[in-house]
């Protein structure tokens, strides 16, 4: 399964860079995604690249402040946050699609393979 790393306790307006390696797998045409969920609540998608890199999706709460990109001679997809708050406090989940993928997608059904998390704490 992906390993995530990265996470902490940051005050909002501050930046984060998670990290998520295929640790034995391969992202090897495969689409990569984040997820999270926050207390409370269920998974929410966030953000996914393609395996090309050409393509990338993103939740409307986080464009313009997440991006994501990977390093495929690494097999090591990024999350990076800026300009963070509060409400992006949740455990961030790094997923890989159940099958190959051209594209990428948002459905949460079409990602398998699911990460242990890591969490994200953004205070005021």
């Known amino acids: 399964q992906p390993v995530e790393s990265g996470g902490g306790l940051v005050q909002a307006g501050d930046s984060l860079r998670l990290s998520c390696s295929a640790a034995?797998?391969?992202?090897?045409?495969?689409?990569v995604g984040w997820f999270r969920q926050a207390p409370g609540k269920d998974h929410d998608f966030v953000a996914s690249i393609s395996w090309s890199g050409n393509v990338a999706y993103y939740a409307d709460s986080v464009r313009g402040r997440f991006t994501i990109s990977k390093d495929n001679a690494e097999n090591t997809v990024y999350l990076q946050m800026n300009s963070l708050k509060p409400e992006d406090t949740a455990v961030y989940y790094c997923?890989?699609?159940?099958?190959?993928?051209?594209?990428?997608?948002?459905?949460?059904?079409?990602?398998?393979?699911w990460g242990q998390g890591t969490r994200v704490t953004v205070s005021l």
């Open positions: 997923v890989r699609t159940r099958s190959g993928y051209a594209g990428t997608t948002r459905n949460r059904a079409d990602f398998g393979f």
């Open positions: 034995g797998r391969t992202f090897s045409n495969y689409a």
